[in-house]
């Protein structure tokens, strides 16, 4: 862990220097940013931790083309929060998780504007610089703060983008309120180390979530689907302290 934590800090130098700095801006959607900053960093990333991990497959953001999940894995985002980056929001990460049988093992998620590096490791906690954090004790939703994000797919106003707003719509009057941070990798982290009670979101991709359930498990908390389901790969995600989990669930509208 002390050796991917260096490599992840040199990767965030990369990050602080292009957020600073003026920065080309390319567009994989209408409103899906990408940077020449998200590739450096995956190339550094990849080019570093493939040496460190032979005998795993890398799954990178920018580079992935594969349809299914190697048994394996080395889940990179580069840059999670992209958008918020190009705008000098300061809610942006590096997030690295490592899974192996289809369960997280290790993960990483690093914050080098505001240099907050969370770590986790399988049944050995969760780590905020070097501190063990723990999930905070909110036991229903008026005392919680909620964390959520909306997909790209909004702009088609969609399926996705109806379960949303109804579910927004649902849960807002119900909370202490709810927060749209712009980086999945750093609402789970924030739910790891109490500063949200919960988070859910839709549409998010592997590489968003790989490392930062890691966190919210080690740190206490539940991780399911919106049903209330063992948590896969392109399900609905809900992430809690666990003693909300039920009521935030039982909130959400049918998708």
Same mark, same amino acid.
């Given at each position: 862990m002390s050796k991917l934590i260096e490599i992840v800090k040199e990767a965030g130098?990369?990050? #602080?220097?292009?957020?600073?700095?003026?920065?080309?801006i390319d567009f994989k959607s209408e409103i899906d940013l990408v940077t020449e900053y998200d590739v450096k960093i995956e190339n550094f990333l990849k080019e570093k931790i493939s040496? #460190?991990?032979? %005998?795993?497959e890398i799954v990178a953001e920018e580079s992935f083309k594969a349809r299914s999940i190697p048994q394996k894995a080395i889940f990179i985002d580069p840059i999670d929060g992209t958008t918020n980056f190009v705008h000098s929001i300061v809610y942006v990460c590096i997030s690295i998780g490592i899974w192996e049988g289809g369960e997280p093992k290790e993960g990483i998620v690093y914050n080098p504007v505001l240099d907050e590096l969370f770590w986790a490791r399988k049944g050995e906690g969760a780590y905020l610089n070097g501190k063990k954090i723990k999930v905070n004790k909110a036991d229903n939703l008026t005392s919680s703060l909620i964390a959520t994000g909306f997909p790209y797919t909004k702009i088609k106003m969609g399926k996705d983008y109806r379960w949303v707003v109804k579910t927004f719509s649902e849960l807002l009057p119900k909370t202490r309120d709810i927060r749209r941070l712009g980086s999945a990798a750093i609402d789970l982290c924030y739910t790891a180390c109490g500063r949200f009670s919960g988070f859910y979101e839709i549409d998010l991709?592997?590489? %968003?979530? *790989? *490392?930062?359930?890691?966190?919210?498990?080690? *740190? !206490? !908390?539940?991780?399911?689907?919106?049903?209330?389901?063992?948590?896969?790969? !392109? %399900?609905?995600?809900?992430a809690s302290n666990g003693k909300i989990h039920d009521e935030l669930i039982k909130n959400m509208c049918k998708y």
């Open positions: 130098k990369i990050l #602080k220097y292009g957020y600073y700095h003026s920065k080309r040496k #460190k991990y032979r %005998d795993f991709k592997p590489w %968003d979530v *790989a *490392a930062g359930i890691l966190m919210v498990t080690e *740190a !206490g !908390g539940k991780v399911t689907n919106h049903l209330g389901e063992e948590y896969k790969f !392109g %399900d609905i995600v809900v």
